[in-house]
Nanobody
Framework: QSQLVESGGGLVQSGGSLTLSCAASGFILEYFAVGWFRQAPGEEREEVSCVSTRGGSINVADSLKGRFTISRDNAKNTVYLQMHSLKPEDTGIYSC???????????????????WGQGTQVTVSS
């Protein structure tokens, strides 16, 4: 069964850091573009960051540049989202998504991804 599983969320104080993991099973994540999305209560889902198939292209939302970093570990079939200097407004459910063989992930919209994880909660206290 092909699936994505996120982990690493939790409660952190403002200014703290978290690293989220998006682990794939049933397929080789290296051949997929992977995006991270988040949704705060009562808000629309927004894209946080993405990495293209084989890591050739990376995109980070302008408002998050300098604080959020996306990376791959192909040996672990996992994509990570490192988050630093967290703020209360970063609170939300973070989900990863994957689409095969896509080399310009900044073009992708949420509805175009084929696989989604169940999400992991990130809560930043002030």
């Amino acid at each position: 069964q092909s699936q994505l599983v996120e982990s690493g969320g939790g409660l952190v104080q403002s200014g703290g850091s978290l690293t989220l993991s998006c682990a794939a099973s049933g397929f080789i994540l290296e051949y997929f573009a992977v995006g991270w999305f988040r949704q705060a209560p009562g808000e629309e889902r927004e894209e946080v960051s993405c990495v293209s198939t084989r890591g050739g292209s990376i995109n980070v939302a302008d408002s998050l540049k300098g604080r959020f970093t996306i990376s791959r570990d192909n040996a672990k079939n996992t994509v990570y989202l490192q988050m630093h200097s967290l703020k209360p407004e970063d609170t939300g459910i973070y989900s990863c998504a994957a689409k095969p063989n896509y080399y310009t992930c900044s073009d992708l919209r949420a509805g175009e991804y084929n696989y989604w994880g169940q999400g992991t909660q990130v809560t930043v206290s002030s």
